[in-house]
Nanobody, 124 residues
Framework: VELVQSGGGSLDPGSSVTLSCAVS????????VAWFRQAPGKEREFVCS????????RYIDSVKERFTIARDNLKNAVDLEMVALTSEDTAVYYC??????????????????WGQGTQVSVYS
């Protein structure tokens, strides 16, 4: 299974961007999918997730009201829409997927598949 990411780039503060993560095998509905990010010199950090089954979502406090994770069944992908970006959002963003449900979708270890990473840089 491959996760192919697209989107990202160099952006101005306050701008918006959408990242996409396409799954190569199976239906996106069968996976719990999350986005993590890793800023320079920091550990990989959970950002948000959409859970298998009902697809309920979860966000860290710093991105609530600004980021939206959503499944796109036509593309067999999960998108991450990010608005009102700040320099604190600068990081490499990774999508990750697990087939089925997860007890702790904010932990790195349980995930089976990872995307290649996408740089998002927000500088004034």
């Amino acid at each position: 299974v491959e996760l192919v990411q697209s989107g990202g780039g160099s952006l101005d503060p306050g701008s918006s961007v959408t990242l996409s993560c396409a799954v190569s095998e199976g239906s996106i509905a069968s996976y719990t999918v999350a986005w993590f990010r890793q800023a320079p010199g920091k550990e990989r950090e959970f950002v948000c997730s959409t859970r298998w089954g009902g697809g309920s979502t979860r966000y860290i406090d710093s991105v609530k009201e600004r980021f939206t994770i959503a499944r796109d069944n036509l593309k067999n992908a999960v998108d991450l829409e990010m608005v009102a970006l700040t320099s604190e959002d600068t990081a490499v963003y990774y999508c990750t997927a697990h087939l089925g449900a997860l007890q702790d979708d904010a932990a790195v270890d349980p995930y089976d598949y990872w995307g290649q990473g996408t740089q998002v840089s927000v500088y004034s």
